[in-house]
């Protein structure tokens, strides 16, 4: 019975309800869907499993032993990042820096916060730890776990993001998936997520009117 919960869970949280949002063209309100779900999660180990809430973020796990690692990984796509933004769409490369400076602030510091966190709590802490039972292995729980990531970002209609997002969920879960850290999986999230904006490419993640060029 409860197993069958989990997927019912499943089907609903990353199936039905991001379908909700992609075919009806709710992007513009995607903050709001993104809390809602953080909410339900939070909400969810609140009943299921408090005490696990207290040991989610593993700030221990934040070492230069396991930063190193990141921060080379986060430097080459990075470039990567730029060049395919050079070649695709040339005419949105470092818009933000070079037209709007101004918001470069609350990018780095509310995109962590407002973004960054709740994504990974669901599609990595709770994902990790309520679907184990459909997702029973390590490597099925990351591949899963990228594959929803992708398919919540097509709410976004074009096809650089979810292209994107594979190659990030990936990159995320794996991280999670050694640390079972959402202090460290975020700042990887983070860090992402400002080379993103910055570089030009954060245009295709905004509120899901973003035409293909």
Same mark, same amino acid.
């Not at 019975?1 to 609903?12: I, N």
């Not at 779900?37 to 040991?55: G, I, K, M, P």
């Not at 990042?81 to 820096?97: K, L, P, Q, T």
């Given at each position: 019975?409860?197993? &069958?919960?989990?997927?019912?869970?499943?089907? $609903?949280l990353c199936i039905v309800f991001p379908s909700i949002i992609i075919f009806g063209q709710y992007g513009f309100f995607m903050f709001y869907f993104l809390w809602a779900?953080?909410?339900?999660?939070?909400?969810?180990?609140?009943?299921?499993?408090?005490?696990?809430?207290?040991?989610m973020w593993r700030f221990d796990q934040l070492t230069w032993e396991n930063m190193k690692p990141i921060l080379v990984r986060w430097i080459l796509a990075s470039i990567?990042?730029?060049?395919?933004?050079?070649?695709?769409?040339?005419?949105?490369?470092?818009?933000?820096?070079?037209?709007?400076?101004?918001?470069?602030?609350?990018?780095?510091?509310?995109?962590?916060?407002?973004?960054?966190?709740?994504?990974?709590?669901?599609?990595?802490?709770?994902?990790?730890?309520?679907?184990?039972?459909?997702?029973?292995?390590?490597?099925?729980?990351?591949?899963?776990?990228?594959?929803?990531?992708?398919?919540?970002?097509?709410?976004?209609?074009?096809?650089?993001?979810?292209?994107?997002?594979?190659?990030? &969920?990936?990159?995320?879960?794996?991280?999670?998936?050694?640390?079972?850290? $959402?202090?460290?999986?975020?700042?990887?999230?983070?860090?992402?997520?400002? +080379?993103?904006?910055?570089? &030009?490419?954060? +245009?295709?993640?905004?509120? &899901?009117?973003?035409?293909?060029?």
């Open positions: 019975m409860a197993v &069958g919960r989990r997927h019912l869970e499943f089907l $609903l779900a953080t909410v339900y999660c939070l909400a969810v180990f609140y009943f299921s499993d408090r005490e696990f809430l207290h040991h990567a990042m730029v060049i395919f933004i050079y070649f695709y769409n040339r005419a949105e490369m470092f818009s933000i820096i070079l037209n709007r400076p101004q918001v470069i602030p609350f990018i780095l510091i509310l995109y962590p916060i407002l973004s960054a966190i709740p994504q990974e709590f669901i599609f990595c802490t709770f994902f990790f730890k309520r679907f184990h039972s459909i997702f029973p292995t390590e490597r099925a729980k990351i591949i899963a776990s990228s594959v929803v990531f992708a398919y919540a970002h097509i709410l976004y209609l074009n096809p650089v993001s979810p292209v994107l997002s594979i190659f990030a &969920g990936l990159i995320f879960a794996q991280t999670y998936s050694k640390s079972r850290s $959402l202090a460290l999986v975020s700042v990887e999230h983070a860090l992402y997520g400002a +080379t993103l904006f910055l570089s &030009g490419l954060g +245009t295709y993640f905004y509120s &899901g009117n973003v035409p293909p060029p």
